[in-house]
């Protein structure tokens, strides 16, 4: 019964704060999402909502927000294929977009931590309370909200919270409980008919007695995030079991298909994720009948944060994405899970960098052919000869500091290699701005190809001056 109360909500996370999906492009995949077997997005706009009046400025400034109509039309379309819309704000850490604004910059916690916001007098509260207004007004028909609240970093260490904890018997602990408390309260007070969920790492030391002290029984239901595909079975039971013990049953987990391998990942593996899924699985098989799983949320992450470089793109993801939730509904990944995978992506392979195309009569999914372009050119810009390119053994063969010293060089093998790159991009940057911002295309190029460019092109320029200085000689 516990396997499938993790199957019986799959909700899916949309990342919003890095390469945010054109719209026409998001409308596809939100009908991909549904034929896969998901009940419902977790969606974290960051600077992608409209907000307005004086949080306007919170948009984004790379690309144009999503407009009311769109942020509507996600809904729409969500509701259409039976999918639940469940909204993730930040309302204590990871609140990089609101709190490197200037004129805010006076309610962080730190001022070299752009994250965390302060939990000291009113003013904190009303901001994350007037972001919340604005996101639920646009949300009329939701049941559940998400608040955020991990990855707290530093807090305890601003002035204000050095002298609140002077007081004897307060904690760092008290610190975080008041201000979610105080959040959640709020939340349940103007929107009594929400669901409130909040992630769980800032309470995982907590004892149970100060959770079941701490007033937010009753107020929120914690979703526990691990994304190690060898997540630890006996430590993620126990630690349900607490929450369940403080009075707080109803829990989520969470795992990821993307986003949680390493900051810069560009390709993701699916059995990786597959394999987390599955210790997941073997959680929710050993949990007591006192702990009620309500769901899972698949992350798929797209910065670690809003400061961080871009992780792997949603089209590369889809197998991965695909496998975890075939996994989920099936209980397990055997042959027949993957074959199901496979038919419904028309994919020979579970893994984007093996898939092939069965036949060409096959529905591609939508963004395949950016996938491809993605694993081709990653793949490329890998290699030994394009990576470690001073040690091709044509620059040492015919481009030794002797031979440039000697002017005798042959800049063939630099320009092909370069030609190739070039027409590798064209190809990408054509496919990619199909389906995201212009922004998102060159910042993609910039983190992912320009280190490797810049050492090839080095080469072409120096081989290019020696060639210059050739060309007399040999012309006479």
């Not at 939701?142 to 904690?171: C, K, N, P």
């Not at 309260?185 to 004892?207: C, E, F, I, Q």
Request: aromatic share 6%; net charge negative; hydrophobic share 40%.
């Amino acid at each position: 019964a516990q396997v499938s109360a993790l199957a019986r909500k799959k909700l899916v996370h949309l990342d919003l704060k890095g390469a945010p999906p054109r719209i026409n492009y998001l409308l596809k995949l939100i009908d991909l999402f549904a034929e896969l077997g998901a009940d419902g997005l977790l969606v974290e706009y960051e600077d992608m909502f409209p907000y307005e009046g004086e949080l306007k400025m919170l948009q984004a400034s790379t690309q144009p927000a999503y407009s009311k109509e769109e942020v509507m039309s996600i809904q729409e379309a969500a509701k259409a294929k039976g999918l639940e819309v469940v909204p993730l704000i930040q309302t204590f850490g990871h609140m990089e977009f609101v709190l490197k604004q200037d004129c805010l910059r006076d309610l962080r916690e730190v001022d070299h931590c752009l994250g965390t916001l302060s939990p000291h007098r009113d003013r904190p509260l009303q901001l994350v309370l007037h972001m919340l207004r604005q996101v639920i007004d646009l949300h009329p028909g939701i049941t559940t909200l998400h608040i955020g609240a991990d990855e707290v970093y530093l807090l305890g260490e601003g002035e204000e919270s050095r002298r609140w904890l002077r007081t004897s018997g307060r904690s760092v602990e008290q610190l975080f409980l008041s201000h979610v408390t105080a959040v959640a309260r709020a939340v349940k007070t103007a929107w009594p008919h929400l669901t409130v969920l909040m992630w769980d790492d800032m309470m995982r030391d907590m004892s149970q007695d100060t959770l079941r002290d701490s007033g937010l029984v009753g107020l929120v239901q914690p979703m526990l995030w691990d994304y190690n595909p060898d997540l630890d079975v006996d430590k993620t039971v126990s630690l349900l079991e607490k929450y369940s013990g403080a009075g707080m049953a109803d829990v989520w987990a969470a795992s990821s298909f993307k986003g949680s391998t390493s900051v810069h990942c560009c390709v993701p593996s699916s059995q990786r994720h597959v394999d987390n899924t599955l210790q997941w699985l073997r959680v929710a098989e050993s949990v007591s009948v006192a702990v009620h799983l309500r769901g899972i949320a698949l992350t798929g992450w797209q910065r670690y944060d809003h400061l961080s470089v871009l992780c792997e793109l949603l089209p590369v993801a889809l197998p991965s994405l695909a496998a975890c939730l075939q996994t989920l509904i099936d209980g397990l990944f055997d042959v027949k899970t993957q074959d199901k995978i496979t038919s419904k992506l028309g994919i020979s392979s579970v893994e984007v960098e093996a898939m092939e195309r069965i036949s060409q009569n096959t529905t591609m999914f939508p963004g395949r052919f950016l996938a491809e372009i993605i694993v081709d050119l990653n793949s490329f810009l890998n290699s030994e000869d394009v990576r470690y390119f001073e040690h091709n053994m044509f620059v040492r063969g015919w481009f030794s500091p002797h031979q440039r010293q000697k002017k005798m060089v042959n800049p063939l093998i630099v320009m092909q290699i370069q030609s190739q790159a070039a027409e590798k991009l064209d190809v990408l940057r054509g496919e990619m701005s199909a389906l995201y911002p212009d922004s998102t295309v060159q910042e993609w190029e910039e983190e992912h190809v320009w280190p490797v460019q810049a050492s090839l092109q080095k080469v072409l320029e120096d081989t290019t001056a020696c060639l210059r200085d050739m060309l007399p000689g040999q012309s006479g």
